[in-house]
């Protein structure tokens, strides 16, 4: 039995840079999990502008938690977006959501009032309207099916 079944790629009808698209987000996912995982600060200070002058052993432990997660989210999102392309909308839409969640909570919700925006906040912003664009046109037939 192999590790993973036969490609479904040609059961694919959406737009074929959707699952493109899928794979950036798969990239800009893995990179900021090995980050937050692997740097001495998880990013946190470096790169996140956090004050870690208290309780860094918690919030660099939250990091590397968040990087473990994001390291086996991004290579399934590879995953789907080199082999299982059916699968491109509702991980697009499961972008949408994530991206989305993060995005209202920094700007309007609980990271609102603290006055600091590091870049995630942004990019979120960004990745939820563009993941919904791509979440589209991977709904809209862009081929005939195949025979």
Do not use: C
Not at 67 to 89: E, F, T
Not at 106 to 128: D, L, M, N
């Amino acid at each position: 039995m192999a590790l993973l079944p036969p490609s479904t790629n040609a059961d694919y009808r959406g737009a074929p840079v959707s699952a493109w698209f899928l794979a950036l987000i798969a990239i800009t996912t893995i990179i900021p999990g090995v980050i937050h995982y692997f740097l001495p600060d998880g990013g946190a200070g470096v790169i996140g502008g956090l004050d870690l002058s208290t309780r860094a052993d918690t919030i660099i432990a939250i990091f590397a938690w968040y990087g473990a997660m994001q390291i086996p989210y991004g290579v399934a999102l590879l995953i789907v977006a080199l082999r299982y392309r059916p699968l491109a909308p509702l991980f697009l839409l499961l972008t949408v959501v994530q991206q989305g969640l993060g995005a209202f909570t920094a700007w309007f919700w609980k990271g609102a009032h603290s006055g600091h925006h590091p870049p995630e906040h942004y990019a979120s912003v960004i990745a939820t309207a563009l993941a919904l664009v791509f979440l589209v046109l991977s709904l809209r037939p862009s081929r005939p099916p195949a025979r």
